[in-house]
């Protein structure tokens, strides 16, 4: 209760995740994989080459805290002393036992995955990571999260479940 929390993490990217992070106690957080992915963006002509490193660092520090500021606003929460460690989520998508060892006290009504799938799913994105690229390998991989992906995580909204919607009667 009286340490505070640094984070560093490739993890970390959304508000949303920020958010969590602070939620559940994160006194500060650096999400060096951002960073490092927005330089190696600029070199590659992607992003504007004339922005430094300290411009892209800030514009991203900036959408953040916007963002932050937004979802609080949303709770009625004004002050972030006020949001961190507060822990007012819901668990979706986590098993019992991983909320009962990281989340304890945070409240589900769904189960979902264990341990062994998330060790699965951090070893799938570390061989990802680390193994010989070929050129059709650089691109970052949409796992479908916000929109549907072939292969990716299932929707309801899924093509065949619109086209079924729009025949004709």
Not at 41 to 51: A, C, I, P, Q
Not at 69 to 90: C, D, R
Request: overall charge negative.
């Amino acid at each position: 209760m009286k340490v505070g929390l640094i984070l560093e993490t490739g993890e970390a990217r959304e508000v949303h995740h920020m958010c969590v992070l602070l939620g559940y106690g994160a006194d500060a957080i650096c999400p060096y994989l951002i960073f490092e992915m927005a330089g190696a963006l600029r070199n590659e002509g992607v992003v504007d080459r004339s922005l430094t490193d300290a411009v892209l660092f800030k514009n991203y520090v900036e959408a953040m805290d916007r963002g932050i500021s937004k979802v609080m606003a949303k709770m009625g929460i004004s002050t972030l002393p006020s949001y961190k460690g507060a822990q007012i989520f819901e668990a979706v998508g986590l098993s019992d036992e991983v909320i009962e060892k990281c989340f304890k006290g945070t409240q589900s009504r769904l189960g979902g995955v264990t341990f062994e799938v998330l060790a699965s799913e951090a070893y799938e994105r570390h061989q990802l990571t680390y193994m010989e690229y070929t050129p059709d390998m650089l691109v970052l991989r949409n796992p479908g999260n916000y929109h549907w992906r072939s292969g990716g995580e299932k929707h309801i909204n899924d093509p065949a479940s619109i086209a079924n919607l729009q025949v004709l009667p």
